[in-house]
């Protein structure tokens, strides 16, 4: 089976450590970081020259949520969008 490269981005530190002890344990999936916003993620895709299949995306951010991240790129990879709302 082939490795879904991916990056979790959540602005709340204890649900990016829950996720990201999820994926650990999953063996097909290889995180390429842990970001705590839009613009780290953007900055972490820039110099990762895409390469990415999977973003764990938080919906609520300070700035620009996860789905207008999404939307504003030309190639997204793949998201599950995560929440701590209802």
């Known amino acids: 089976m082939t490795n879904i490269t991916c990056i979790i981005t959540d602005d709340e530190p204890f649900a990016a450590r829950g996720l990201q002890g999820y ?3 999953i063996s097909f999936l290889d ?5 705590e916003d839009a613009l780290q993620l953007s900055n972490l895709l820039q110099s990762r020259n895409s390469g990415i299949d999977l973003l764990f995306l938080d919906i ?6 996860g789905i207008e991240f999404i ?3 030309s190639n997204p990879p793949k998201a599950i969008f995560t929440t701590a709302f209802e």
């Open 31 to 35: 995180l390429k970081g842990v970001c």
């Open 60 to 65: 609520q951010m300070p700035h620009i949520t």
């Open 71 to 73: 939307k504003a790129l």
């Open 23 to 25: 994926v650990e344990k």
